[in-house]
């Protein structure tokens, strides 16, 4: 039977049993009380006993580890799996993030416990930094670099909670490290020239040259400008006022002669919370739609002779090939918003605030200035019909 004793100076009592290697080993319980330092020596010595016959699986140590817990603090240890600790934790976060957040959430912890497999299972306290470097790396595999570091900076969260919680001794996925860009792996995203604009117009149809003009002339998101409303709209003030999906910011921007030419040239409803682009704002609406969106920008790309086709492998269809990166999409319109601003003799800050950049840092790396821009500044951005 395990035996307890003291040493001087420590208030606590150490218990020695006999180890699964046959050694005779004294540890301390943690415990200054002798009954609960009695228990706890107890199941060591259970615990150790099977291990020396083999017969202390996974399931038999979490249970001795249970009944120690019970034992010392007279309440029940609090666990759960993996798949059920995550798929709870996603659908919370349903009422304290934005739908855009909650999806990208519940698609990552829904991939993550199909990367695990029947790991899925064990309790999220058993989850390694091979678990999590397994997925960030299939993900890596798939789409990119960038991709595969927000989802790892999802992970932590996720698992961040159950650390808070107490259901974990740790977060796997804070261990792990970023992956870092190659600099071969780096997209060459360039900005639209003016003749490319005319063209990619010319052979964009329906709604699609209104979401156009919104990217060129207010450098903003392509799932932003699908998801507007024409309460975001003010006519009188000839600003657009809308909070974004990405960063929550809340924007201001006047709206440029040609943007404004076309708003009053479509036809607006009575219903001020109707969508400005019916179909795309369909999509934008649905989850895991960004996709979707820059395809169909692709395929005017494509009819423009400015892009090739898509295979079926380079559609990320199956998810088992990673997409080429172009040079140019949608977000490119983001790039030659900002670069046409500088070029117009725009200060940085006020070319900053238009597009949404928060950093000087960010907004350098989208800007591509042209070395007349330093000797005239333009007080107006083209018009591109």
Do not use: C
Request: proline share 4%; charged share 30%.
């Amino acid at each position: 039977m395990a035996f307890l004793r003291k040493f001087p100076r420590s208030p606590y009592w150490f218990a020695g049993y006999t180890a699964p290697d046959g050694r005779r080993v004294q540890r301390s319980t943690k415990q200054s009380q002798r009954k609960k330092a009695q228990l706890v020596a107890n199941e060591w010595e259970k615990a150790a006993r099977l291990a020396a016959e083999k017969r202390l699986g996974e399931a038999q140590a979490r249970r001795v580890l249970s009944d120690i817990y019970a034992a010392v603090t007279n309440e029940p240890l609090r666990s759960a799996t993996a798949k059920q600790f995550l798929a709870d934790w996603a659908e919370k976060r349903k009422a304290d993030t934005s739908l855009r957040t909650y999806q990208a959430y519940t698609q990552v912890t829904r991939d993550f416990l199909k990367s695990l497999g029947e790991r899925a299972t064990v309790d999220i306290s058993q989850l390694t930094k091979a678990d999590i470097a397994k997925y960030r790396d299939e993900v890596h595999r798939r789409t990119s670099v960038a991709t595969a570091n927000k989802s790892l900076k999802y992970l932590r969260v996720a698992l961040g909670a159950a650390y808070k919680d107490g259901l974990a001794q740790d977060n796997a996925a804070a261990k792990l490290d970023i992956l870092k860009r190659r600099e071969a792996d780096r997209s060459a995203r360039r900005p639209f020239t003016v003749k490319e604009l005319k063209t990619i117009l010319a052979h964009a149809s329906g709604e699609w040259r209104g979401i156009i003009l919104f990217g060129l002339y207010t450098g903003q998101r392509l799932k932003d400008i699908a998801r507007l409303t024409w309460d975001n709209i003010d006519i009188e003030s000839e600003e657009l006022r809308f909070v974004t999906a990405k960063t929550g910011r809340r924007m201001v921007i006047p709206l440029a002669a040609p943007l404004l030419a076309h708003l009053q040239s479509t036809p607006a409803g009575d219903d001020a919370s109707a969508p400005l682009f019916p179909e795309a704002h369909a999509i934008a609406s649905k989850e895991g739609s960004d996709s979707r969106l820059s395809q169909q920008f692709h395929g005017i790309l494509v009819a423009a002779g400015m892009a090739d086709p898509r295979t079926k492998a380079e559609t990320g269809v199956g998810h088992s090939n990673r997409r080429p990166v172009s040079e140019i999409s949608f977000h490119s319109l983001r790039h030659t918003a900002t670069s046409l601003l500088k070029n117009a003799g725009v200060p940085e800050s006020v070319a900053m605030d238009i597009i949404g950049h928060d950093s000087t840092a960010i907004s350098r790396h989208y800007t591509h200035v042209e070395s007349r821009a330093k000797r005239a500044a333009l007080r107006k951005l083209p018009e591109i019909r």
